[in-house]
Nanobody
Framework: QVQLVESGGGLVQPGGSLRLSCAASGSFASIDIMAWYRQAPGKQRELVASITKLGRTNYADSLKGRYTISRDNAKNTVYLQMNNLEPGDTAVYYC?????????????WGQGTQVTVSS
């Protein structure tokens, strides 16, 4: 069993910042790529950023400069630092990870954390 739990979401004013966390727990051999996705009401889920086990990062072009992804392998945790937030950033943010469980490599999703940017 593998579980991803997000935290750190909430209500913030435009221009503010939030730091999201996602911790993996359960029985698994290793975690490969970890990523953040988001889904706003009426829109498709989109990739925000991803990071490999060795720290190579990838960002959605529209979010470069405002978002920073990082991870702590010792804690099995990935973070998303969000700065200069805009109302358009309002969405449910989901953690995703490719995890080796036994001999099977699969993707897992967290349940999401709500981020609301409003004055």
């Amino acid at each position: 069993q593998v579980q991803l739990v997000e935290s750190g979401g909430g209500l913030v004013q435009p221009g503010g910042s939030l730091r999201l966390s996602c911790a993996a727990s359960g029985s698994f051999a290793s975690i490969d790529i970890m990523a953040w996705y988001r889904q706003a009401p009426g829109k498709q889920r989109e990739l925000v950023a991803s990071i490999t086990k060795l720290g190579r990062t990838n960002y959605a072009d529209s979010l470069k400069g405002r978002y920073t992804i990082s991870r702590d392998n010792a804690k099995n945790t990935v973070y998303l630092q969000m700065n200069n937030l805009e109302p358009g950033d309002t969405a449910v943010y989901y953690c995703n990870a490719r995890i080796l469980v036994g001999s099977s490599l699969s993707y897992y999703w967290g349940q999401g954390t709500q981020v609301t940017v409003s004055s």
